[in-house]
């Protein structure tokens, strides 16, 4: 692993203007991948997606190798240079084999590195949960993120607090690091910054889809995660993409929604930094 100092200046985006993104000069980053990341004045910030749908046909995503190379260039234009792709574990309707992500990855690689050479993939799962979810990750049916402790978990959206809380407690004494997928759709939360601090502070970490910073999930959903934002109670900001079309990997309005809620060294923990420490298996 490497070590180095970067001193990005502001990036512009033809879509969003100057972005103007403060970075502290001694501020290290270990990440191989980040400082392989080059930033000038004609390029837009670097992203992360750490949760969408990509790999052709698996799951409810891309349903063709095509679709996945219309999502991949949408997701590079909008500035995602590095992918967790997340497809579903969730018993009885989307079991994805862990050898069939495998092979997913193996036949998107050449292209990344034929069209999209600074971008990069990384295999994740996103796990529905349910009594056998953790067990399905001990005997290696469902996968971490990018091979690392932490894991997505998804819920009903009617699930109860004591499930997910108790969900969050199961996780952590086997070993894994849970990230809460789509905060903003279960109604046991919503509006209940209380509870979301409660299960941060049980270990949780916090995602939230980018469509819903601006309104996509409508008002009441924006105002909630609006306040988990300027409460610092997010930690992911992510596509959560399914297609080229109306759930494409799109970023550029959800940065500038951002900008104006949080600060830009938060902005960054939201976009990049975290989904990089996922990676590296570090502590956020």
């Known amino acids: 692993m490497q070590t180095g100092r970067i001193r990005p200046p502001a990036a512009r985006c033809p879509k ?49 190798m095509e679709q996945t190379i219309s999502m991949l260039k949408i997701a590079y234009d909008e500035g995602v240079r590095l992918i967790i792709a997340t497809p579903h574990y969730h018993i009885g309707r989307m079991m994805v084999e862990q050898s069939k992500i495998d092979a997913a990855i193996e036949s998107i690689t050449p292209v990344i590195r034929d069209n999209f050479p600074d971008m990069e993939i990384y295999a994740g799962q996103e796990i529905y949960y349910y009594s056998e979810a953790v067990e399905a990750l001990n005997d290696n049916k469902a996968r971490t993120m990018a091979g690392s402790g932490y894991i997505l978990l998804e819920y009903s959206p009617d699930e109860s607090y004591d499930v997910i809380s108790s969900s969050i407690y199961e996780a952590e004494t086997n070993g894994y690091v849970p990230i809460i997928a789509h905060i903003e759709r279960y109604s046991c939360v919503h509006d209940r910054t209380d509870r979301v601090a409660e299960l941060i502070e049980s270990g949780a970490y916090i995602q939230v889809n980018a469509g819903t910073v601006t309104g996509g999930m409508g008002r009441s959903s924006k105002k909630f995660v609006k306040k988990l934002l300027k409460e610092h109670m997010v930690h992911f900001i992510s596509s959560d993409a399914h297609s080229d079309r109306t759930r494409a990997p799109r970023f550029s309005e959800a940065v500038k929604a951002l900008g104006k809620i949080c600060k830009p060294d938060y902005c960054m923990e939201l976009l990049w930094d975290n989904a990089i420490k996922v990676i590296n298996n570090e502590e956020i």
């Open 16 to 64: 969003m203007g100057y972005i103007d993104i403060a970075f502290d000069s001694e501020r290290v980053y270990t990440s191989r991948v980040f400082l392989r990341m080059v930033y000038d004045m004609n390029k837009m910030i670097h992203i992360a997606d750490m949760h969408c749908h990509i790999l052709p046909g698996l799951d409810d995503g891309s349903r063709s």
